[in-house]
């Protein structure tokens, strides 16, 4: 469990054993059931969770349903990054659509830890630069791209949301029905 984190935490900054093993040691494993909740809205979330394996859906609760935020394949970090940083309730559900294994570790901890080895900062600004990038990436998608193109889009960028989520969230997280996501891939599948 532990060597997944390690290998995630290098693909933004080469750190010392030292500094891998204080890194390590401030996460906690825990496990999670199909369909279950990590936090729900409401929540006040303070940790921040490396998904070790299994998915997770991110979800908020809007006047006309569900609108999926986002999904998380193991390996990966995530938390509701606005609510723990603004010290309020999360607005966002975060729950298991496979069971899951993962680690936790409390923000204060973390902080607590940047400040002892200043270098573990680098790794975060990277990883936020890489979270910004791909929120970016998908608001412009959603002002300028076709249903028809988004879905592509994710198709080619993320085959496991294609091949491992069920449609009704992929329909959610593209801003479409799932009857419009039908007659889109209908459509692409009718082309080739």
Same mark, same amino acid.
């Given at each position: 469990?532990?060597? =997944?984190?390690?290998?995630?935490?290098?693909?933004?900054?080469?750190?010392?054993?030292?500094?891998?093993?204080?890194?390590? &040691?401030?996460?906690? @494993?825990? +496990?999670?059931?199909?369909?279950?909740?990590?936090?729900?809205?409401?929540?006040?979330? &303070?940790?921040?969770?490396?998904? =070790? +394996? !299994?998915? #997770?859906? !991110?979800?908020?609760?809007?006047?006309?349903?569900?609108?999926? &935020? /986002?999904?998380?394949? !193991?390996?990966?970090?995530?938390?509701?990054?606005?609510?723990?940083?603004?010290?309020? @309730?999360?607005?966002? /559900?975060?729950?298991?659509?496979?069971?899951?294994?993962? #680690?936790?570790?409390?923000?204060?901890?973390?902080?607590?830890?940047?400040?002892?080895? @200043?270098?573990?900062?680098?790794? %975060? %600004?990277?990883?936020? +630069?890489?979270?910004?990038?791909?929120?970016?990436?998908?608001?412009?998608?959603?002002?300028?791209?076709?249903?028809?193109?988004?879905?592509?889009?994710?198709? /080619?960028?993320?085959?496991?949301?294609?091949?491992?989520?069920?449609?009704?969230?992929?329909?959610?997280?593209?801003?479409?029905?799932?009857?419009?996501?039908?007659?889109?891939?209908?459509?692409?599948?009718?082309?080739?």
């Amino acid at each position: 469990m532990y060597t =997944n984190l390690h290998i995630f935490l290098q693909r933004f900054e080469v750190l010392t054993e030292e500094e891998i093993a204080a890194f390590i &040691s401030i996460f906690k @494993p825990m +496990e999670i059931r199909k369909l279950d909740h990590l936090f729900v809205e409401g929540e006040r979330v &303070s940790r921040i969770y490396f998904l =070790n +394996e !299994g998915i #997770m859906r !991110g979800y908020l609760n809007t006047a006309t349903g569900e609108v999926t &935020s /986002n999904f998380y394949f !193991g390996p990966t970090m995530f938390t509701d990054l606005m609510a723990v940083r603004a010290f309020e @309730p999360t607005k966002m /559900n975060v729950q298991a659509l496979k069971d899951a294994v993962l #680690m936790q570790a409390k923000m204060s901890d973390l902080d607590d830890l940047i400040a002892l080895h @200043p270098r573990m900062e680098l790794i %975060f %600004f990277k990883f936020l +630069e890489h979270l910004y990038l791909f929120g970016l990436l998908r608001q412009h998608s959603f002002i300028f791209d076709s249903p028809q193109e988004r879905y592509l889009k994710l198709f /080619n960028d993320r085959p496991k949301v294609i091949a491992e989520i069920p449609q009704r969230f992929i329909a959610s997280y593209l801003g479409m029905t799932p009857e419009t996501l039908s007659r889109v891939r209908k459509r692409i599948f009718k082309e080739l």
